[in-house]
């Protein structure tokens, strides 16, 4: 098994959304480019190509992300592009996700998904992105008076799914993240999930998860955001626990290393080993914190994966990690650590270094 067995592979099919979360700067913000280049889809033929270069150097994943900085269901051919993934990619990936806030889960696309989840048999997760339990609350969080339609998707979605039953290989988790102005709502937003999976739950692993804020990758902010974030769970007696088979899901750790009231001793950051991000117009990045581009490995149009991800730049880039030396994006993040190095990834490192002539004489 190859090291990168082990990544997660995050794949933006748009950078353009329909909500204004206060939580995501570049669209509540409203900037006009968020990457620095102008906002735009993920090209259906480049993103076909990309994958035959996945089969032909025999590249796998633990699972494919469909979302970066917008909602890919803006993409008008946001399943398109995940199909495409379940027919290839079957035997290389664990499954794929698909992140949204489901405005526009309408009923075709409902319908599209529950075949694609029995058709192939790469089981699918779909994130619906909440944060709220109240029409008031969604819109002054989210920006947008939409709550009443995603409870309607997502119910339609469920429903749907029953009657496929066991075949469908879709599993479904409502998330809420918690920050203020939603805070208040997190006993309500369980209560009313829970017991609408009691009716349409039973056969999959559903979850309820309850996200802290991430403050500018643990930046100013962060410490207070934790505070919140403990207070509104652990201190009012949210937990783990399963409902069946409907598991609430909450946070525990602190995936930053520093923040305002926070200092750790800066080590290697996992995401440049194991969280490549292919942009809307085909860039592969090193990193999903790193708007900017600076950790940009080259575009997959003119190169494939295996000869950006395992080449000179990438491999650069985490021998400066490993000798602690930080640059560009990761200059002032926190270090956002979803994974831990192995000693057998840092050996692999330096391994791979040596053939492309980065170390020292």
Known sequence: MSLI??????????????????????????WETVHAIPKGNLSVDLWEQ????????????DHIIFQWLGDPLVHP????IMLMAAKTMQGRVQYLRLDSNCILLNEKRVQALCSMA??????????????AHTPQVYEDVKGARQLLRVRKNIHTLLRTRKKYGERCLLNV????????????????????????????????HDELMFKRLSVGGGSKGQAQADQLYEESIHGTGIRHKEYGNLHVLCWKQRPWQNDDQHQEERKPCPGLWLTPVIRHDGS??????????????????????????????????????????????????????????????????????????????
């Not at 051919?77 to 398109?80: G, N, T, V, Y």
């Open 5 to 30: 067995d082990l990544g997660v592979l995050q794949v933006e099919p748009t950078d353009q959304c329909n909500l204004r979360c206060t939580m995501c700067a570049p669209h509540y913000e409203g």
């Open 50 to 61: 990309i994958l035959k270069g996945f089969v032909q150097d025999d590249i796998r994943f």
């Open 77 to 80: 051919r946001a399943l398109d």
């Open 118 to 131: 029995v058709t192939y048999s790469v089981p699918i997760l779909l994130v619906c992105t909440l944060d």
């Open 173 to 204: 988790q409502i998330q809420f993240v918690v920050q203020q102005g939603n805070a208040h709502e997190c006993h309500s937003f369980l209560h009313y999930w829970r017991f609408i999976f009691d009716d349409y739950g039973g056969l999959w």
């Open 284 to 361: 592969l990045m090193m990193c999903c914190a790193d708007l900017g581009g600076t950790l940009q490995l080259g575009s997959l149009k003119s190169h494939r994966f295996s000869q950006l991800w395992f080449g000179k730049e990438a491999n650069r880039h985490r021998k400066n990690h490993m000798e602690g030396i930080f640059t560009d994006a990761c200059l002032h993040c926190g270090g956002i650590n979803w994974y831990t190095l192995t000693d057998e990834v840092v050996a692999h490192v330096d391994d791979r270094s040596a053939e492309l002539l980065l170390d020292p004489e």
